[in-house]
């Protein structure tokens, strides 16, 4: 039988600042929809300073909408998480990436996805999911460096 890697088994996920700032009455569907779905193995929220911004975000330094997302991302609170797939069988990155959906807003309306329902643009798209086994394992450490 298949098993997914231990590399896979989490994955970061951070509910971004528009959906905390413009749309609060909506952060207790969310969670109850990612908890059908996943653990939430680590939860916290904070605000970013843009030095921790430009860090987390340093892969992207230089694209034409590196200013914009930062400052987007220290417009106002974010709720990281450490989440894993209730289905043990299942790589958690990949399925969180599903589950949120394309990075452009407007295409993610086209299908069913967290993205499409709760984003608006192609910044401002609310939620983050890490891209791969080593993104996660860096970006759980930015957020939850107790977590091993
Ligand atoms: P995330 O890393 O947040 O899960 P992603 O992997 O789908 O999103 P990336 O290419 O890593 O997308 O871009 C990081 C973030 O930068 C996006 O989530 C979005 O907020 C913003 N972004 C990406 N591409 C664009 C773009 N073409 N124009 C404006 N903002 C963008
Ligand atoms: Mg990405």
């Known amino acids: 039988t298949y098993t997914i890697s231990m590399a896979s088994r989490y ?3 951070i509910i971004k600042p ?3 700032v413009k749309q609060p009455h909506n952060i207790g569907t969310i969670l109850k929809r990612i908890e059908s779905k996943y653990n939430i193995v680590q939860r916290k929220q904070l605000e970013l300073s843009l030095s921790d911004a430009e860090r ?3 892969d992207h330094r ?3 909408f590196f200013e914009r997302l930062v400052g987007f991302m220290t417009s106002g609170p974010i709720i990281p998480l450490v989440l894993s797939e209730k289905n043990t069988e299942v790589d958690s990155i990949k399925s969180w990436r599903e589950f949120i959906g ?3 807003a407007e295409n993610a309306r086209k299908v069913q996805c967290l993205r499409g ?3 608006t ?3 401002w798209n609310g939620f983050h999911g890490s891209g ?3 993104e996660a394992i860096k970006e759980i450490s930015f957020f939850f460096p107790e977590f091993k």
């Open 18 to 20: 528009d959906v905390l």
């Open 62 to 64: 230089g694209k034409f």
């Open 56 to 58: 987390f975000y340093n």
């Open 132 to 134: 791969s086994p080593d």
């Open 102 to 104: 394309p990075t452009h």
């Open 11 to 13: 994955t970061l996920a």
């Open 117 to 119: 329902e709760f984003g």
């Open 121 to 123: 643009s192609d910044t």
